[in-house]
């Protein structure tokens, strides 16, 4: 199947699949650089709508993925990190090869984009890896009612990922509920595939992933690590084995945090967008 493209989306045949990309509300042009967004965890391409779109409209061709098996993309669910960096991979793969590509995960979305830039050495221009951890263990807790009991997981997943249930007037406009946002998006990813259950399949993805400092010192791209300091999900201090990776194999990296939880991008969006804009510029 060949790629389709409309104003606001491209689909890319993954296989016998199809990979759905949110391109910021922009045409691709020729001459610009590639900036793909990988989510997180039972998440889909719009929790990165302002910085993807942002982005799109200052320079860059923008492609925020959902990943296989979630919400428009079809396929089943990576299993393992691996699995899914093979597929950006084989996306990557389809973009010109005279144009840089940048990646910016979040949470499972960073390990995956740590395996790719790792494998693509210098194909990579820049990574931001954002509420990131190595290794990103998963409490037998959540991986036992992420399978039994996905509603009870949900609601501890979207409380211990965000440090307000309700942000100040100036962050996403006065009456938003990130807490309510989250439980409606998680609910609806994991409705999107009726074979499987990706809500445990990606927990299991990311307590399984032990490549983490190794995959580090492969990297090539300049790299942002991004925590947030009220972050209970990934702590600044479980991403200090990557810095430390990164350190010793001389990888140029820049490590900063912000005043955010978990969901820094729709809970601190514009703290978020000011640090991706340091190392994207």
Same mark, same amino acid.
């Given at each position: 199947m060949a790629k389709q493209t409309t104003q606001t989306s491209q689909r890319y045949a993954i296989g016998n699949n199809v990979l759905y990309a949110y391109t910021g509300g922009t045409p691709h042009r020729p001459e610009q650089p590639y900036l793909i967004f990988i989510h997180g965890v039972?998440?889909?391409?719009?929790?990165?709508?302002?910085?993807?779109?942002?982005?799109?409209?200052?320079?860059?061709?923008?492609?925020?993925?959902?990943?296989?098996?979630?919400?428009?993309?079809?396929?089943?669910?990576?299993?393992?990190?691996?699995?899914?960096?093979?597929?950006?991979?084989?996306?990557?793969?389809?973009?010109? *090869?005279?144009?840089?590509?940048?990646?910016?995960?979040?949470?499972?979305? %960073? @390990?995956? /984009?740590? +395996?790719? #830039?790792?494998?693509?050495?210098?194909?990579?221009?820049?990574?931001?890896?954002?509420?990131? *951890?190595?290794?990103?263990?998963?409490?037998?807790?959540?991986?036992?009612? %992420? @399978?039994? /009991?996905? +509603?009870? #997981?949900?609601?501890l997943v979207n409380v211990f990922s965000r440090h307000t249930l309700a942000p100040p007037p100036s962050a996403l406009g006065p009456g938003t509920w990130p807490y309510g946002m989250g439980m409606a998006l998680g609910r609806r990813v994991l409705r999107s595939n009726q074979q499987e259950n990706v809500f445990h399949k990606g927990f299991v993805a990311c307590n399984s992933y032990n490549n983490g400092p190794t995959s580090m010192a492969a990297v090539k791209a300049e790299t942002l690590i991004l925590s947030g300091t009220l972050d209970q999900m990934t702590p600044a201090r479980a991403a200090r084995p990557l810095v430390e990776a990164a350190q010793n194999a001389a990888v140029a990296l820049q490590s900063q945090s912000i005043h955010a939880g978990h969901n820094m991008m729709t809970e601190a969006p514009e703290a978020t967008l000011q640090v991706l804009q340091s190392i994207l510029r």
């Open positions: 039972l998440n889909d391409h719009s929790v990165w709508a302002l910085q993807s779109r942002y982005f799109a409209h200052h320079g860059w061709n923008v492609l925020a993925i959902d990943l296989p098996g979630h919400s428009k993309s079809t396929g089943a669910a990576p299993a393992s990190v691996e699995d899914a960096a093979s597929t950006v991979e084989t996306l990557i793969a389809q973009l010109p *090869a005279q144009n840089t590509v940048s990646l910016i995960g979040h949470s499972f979305g %960073s @390990l995956i /984009a740590l +395996e790719v #830039a790792a494998r693509l050495g210098h194909r990579i221009g820049k990574l931001a890896l954002l509420g990131t *951890a190595a290794p990103m263990a998963v409490s037998d807790v959540l991986l036992d009612w %992420s @399978l039994n /009991a996905p +509603e009870k #997981a949900l609601h």
